[in-house]
């Protein structure tokens, strides 16, 4: 099982940190292939909570090299600080490699950031304002720094030169702000982050081939998820990198068919951060009680998370963005203690029923959900330790989610703990 990408099905936050962490133990490589410091993930281990941004989740083990791959874009500052926090609780990051190809986030890119969303208005988007749509914007238009450029002052100050050329006249000229000083940003990047970054700053694609080669194991993680990709997302409520499975491959370098497994995670319910359609989202005290027992916040920024029903159109439909072999779904033990459950295997728009995502972006932000109904469970079952012992209703639960969407759910998440996952023999094929 040389390759196996974990990705998120939903709009986020499905505990896709916990689940890479534990898949990680048969890894020896694990590489984030996409996004940047806009995801937060905890790992829970002994107790101790780990926040991660973009360190991958397989720093936590000793055999593991974890990977920030091309397709990722580096805020130095928060890369440096978060390997300062991991060493400062004796976690070992010298193992860690970092694409020289990745592309950096300047400041430039956070302002831009936080000046597009105020200029949007009530339109916004809802973005994390760390600069990760305007550095993918730069790397699109050819104007974006790379993480190698830390390493050849007379690149950086040249490319910053162009850089800010543009960028300058776009604050001054849309924005009426100030212009930025190379000489400012060149110190803090070439001075101050570069010494601290250049052990870590390699050919990663030469790094993962050789190690494929070699027999071994990688598993290629995803940050946020399905329908926040740039293209197959409830556009343009997106991210602006892929986080499906094919991003999984441009980003990390590693060509299709050496890919074997696909883990699609999912939370028991649905979250989202930010704006956008939400056909299943729920106002009533059952939200409420989701988001307190679910801890539905933002891991980096705190927001509270809108929450909602299972949909299983918009799992159908990771299912073949992403080609799953399998389902972790996790959280399931937040749904204990609600009596009624509902899961939605369909929208209606005027008389039309579609059980698959409509390509349209007007249905999707005014359709109705179809639910079945099903009898929720009122015990505890964060301590189960084998899925024979999951209450009636629960494994009904999984196995309409399996019927519905055609592949395993193979691991069920009982809570934040590494160990509370349940590995299931289902009755589906791999
Ligand atoms: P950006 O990635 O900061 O540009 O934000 C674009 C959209 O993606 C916003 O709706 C964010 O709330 C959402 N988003 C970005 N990263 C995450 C994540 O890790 N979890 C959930 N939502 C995210």
Redesign the pocket.
Known sequence: MPVTIVVGTQ???EGKGKLTDLLAAKMHFVVRYQ?GH???HTLVVDGQRFPLQLVPSGILYLHITPVIGNGVVIDPKVLIEEIKTLESRDIDSSALKVSGNAHLIMPYHVEL?TLHERHLGRSR??????G??PAYADRAMRLGLRVQDLLDRDIFHAKLKVALNHTNKVLAKVFNRLPLTPEDIAEKYLDEYAPILKPYICDTVALLHEALEAGQNVLLEG???TF?DLDHGTYP????SNPTAGGACTGSGIGPLHVTRVVGIAKAYVT?????PFVTELFDEIADRIVDVGVEY?T??G?RRRVGWLDLVMLRQAVRLNSLTEIALTKLDVLSDIQQLKVCVAYKMNGKRFESIPYHQSVIHQAEAEYVEMPGWSTDISGITDPQQLPAAAADYLAFIEDAVGVPVRLVGVGPAREQVLERQTCLQD
């Open positions: 709009w986020g936050d996004g806009n995801a937060g950031d988007l809802g973005t994390t304002k760390r990760i749509g940050a946020q998820a926040l409520f997106v991210t602006s989202r951060v930010g704006s956008g933002g980096n920024t927001r």
